[in-house]
């Protein structure tokens, strides 16, 4: 299905009943790395995922692809579907999406689980910056998904560069340039009350755990997991132990 929200089509599914659970996936990947999770929990959640603008089987409109402005997304969405208060369940620039959303709409937020998540990127991360302007596009964007996993095979790593490259160059470098860049709510966490959820795996070289261990000591009563053995796509490298522990929260 596809919602007209702030000048845009963005596809969304939406199933099950209960408790509405809002997944919003990461930069380059789109909303089909949580049909693990959305499998899990459609029995007893109404459980809706979507592509962000740019991503996936949303459109993909040249212009702003700020932090905020995929917050704002997420908030039409959130308006159109007449949902009043969700749980959302954000991996890294989704993360950043839904700690935004939260900030700015605190009373819209039952729960919030955060996967792979920073306040602030690290350095390391905005070198890539620099990086893209002296290899190739696509050499790029294959080191970008290889850095998301650990141990991953060579049949997850051809999935998630097909649907990395499915992403227009312009809308990877645009969303590249704001959470590196811009992003910045080191600040701000502390003011998340919802009962939160952080999530991060052992491996993880993209937001490493000591940025998880930041913001569940910024954010009052927050639970923190590290998943043993994954990297930063913890949602497809280790889907059983994420859905035990996410499907735990949520009870």
């Known amino acids: ?30 909303s089909s790395v949580w049909q693990p999770q959305v499998e899990a929990l459609a029995g007893g959640h109404r459980v809706i995922v979507y592509d962000h603008r740019g991503h996936g089987q949303s459109d993909k409109p040249k212009g702003s692809y700020s932090m905020k402005m995929l917050a704002n997304d997420l908030h039409a969405l959130i308006q159109k579907l007449d949902l009043e208060k969700v749980t959302l369940v954000g991996h890294s620039m989704g993360a950043m999406t839904a700690m935004l959303f939260t900030l700015d709409h605190p009373g819209q937020v039952a729960r919030l689980v955060l996967v792979g998540a920073a306040a602030r990127l690290p ?21 970008a998904v290889k850095s998301g996993y650990h141990l991953p095979s060579e049949q997850v790593l051809q999935n998630g560069l097909k649907m990395a ?29 919802a009962p939160t959820l ?20 910024e954010i009052s009563g927050s ?29």
């Not at 952080?198 to 000591?217: I, K, W, Y």
């Open 223 to 251: 639970r923190l997991q590290v998943i043993a053995g994954c990297g930063h796509e913890v949602m497809v490298e280790k889907p059983d132990e994420f859905k035990h522990v996410l499907a735990e929260f949520l009870e």
């Open 1 to 30: 299905m596809k919602a007209e929200i702030n000048d845009i089509k963005v596809y969304y599914e939406d199933q099950g009943q209960g408790e509405p659970v809002i997944f919003i996936h990461g930069w380059l990947d789109d």
């Open 198 to 217: 952080v999530v991060v795996g052992e491996q993880d070289r993209n937001t490493p755990v000591a940025l998880s261990r930041f913001l569940s000591s």
């Open 123 to 143: 350095s390391t991360m905005r070198a890539g910056n620099l990086l893209r302007h002296i290899i190739p596009y696509r050499k790029f964007i294959e080191m």
């Open 165 to 193: 490259l499915s992403t227009p160059k312009y809308v990877a470098y645009a969303c590249y340039d704001e959470f590196t860049g811009k992003y910045d709510v080191r600040y701000r966490v502390a003011k998340i009350k």
